[in-house]
């Protein structure tokens, strides 16, 4: 058996600027901080771990948005919402536990997530499967229920406005089905 521990942690400065300017119905702020902790074992042909992502303060406001280490989705929100997961959220904490296998050509993995930000709370499993053939194609089916749960003050698609108490609470289905083929030249 072998285990690879992950610890990831990101400190932006921003300008003075963007202080005042809201991101995701936070003000940016003058500092942030992203943590990450992974641990993954494996086993043979199969592995399995789990993980913690937390920022402090709004710090995925101007980075984190490309090259982010987290090993689930994080695009896959409502296009109303600019599409990011709320994990990406100010004072958001996420906790996630995955496991997965290869056997010859074909893959699986499923990994269980829940989170909760100012904004709003998410839960999320996904179950991605796929399937290569020799060395010029291969197949991917990403299979994901996700829910995401708005708490009061806040609205999918206000996304530039402190809190306002005039919205309601309210969770919306965002469940999606990924499917890629792949051809290599």
């Not at 074909?106 to 100012?118: N, S």
């Not at 194609?137 to 994901?144: F, G, M, P, W, Y």
């Amino acid at each position: 058996m072998r285990s690879q521990t992950l610890i990831n942690a990101i400190f932006p400065v921003y300008a003075k600027d963007l202080y005042d300017v809201y991101w995701r119905n936070s003000k940016i702020g003058e500092w942030g901080a992203s943590l990450l902790i992974h641990q993954r074992f494996d086993y043979n042909e199969f592995n399995f771990g789990f993980g913690y992502y937390q920022n402090f303060g709004n710090a995925n406001a101007r980075i984190g948005w490309y090259g982010n280490p987290i090993p689930f989705d994080i695009r896959s929100n409502s296009i109303y919402g600019l599409v990011f997961s709320n994990a990406v959220t100010a004072d958001s904490v996420s906790g996630y536990v995955f496991g997965g296998g290869v056997y010859r050509e074909f893959l699986w993995g499923i990994l269980g997530r829940y989170t909760y930000a100012t904004r709003a709370s998410e839960r999320s499993i996904n179950l991605h499967l796929g399937y290569k053939w020799g060395s010029f194609a291969s197949v991917d089916v990403n299979l994901q229920y996700y829910a995401v749960s708005m708490h009061n003050g806040y609205k999918v698609n206000d996304l530039t406005s402190p809190f306002d108490k005039a919205f309601k609470a309210n969770t919306q289905d965002r469940s999606n089905l990924l499917v890629s083929l792949k051809f290599f030249f």
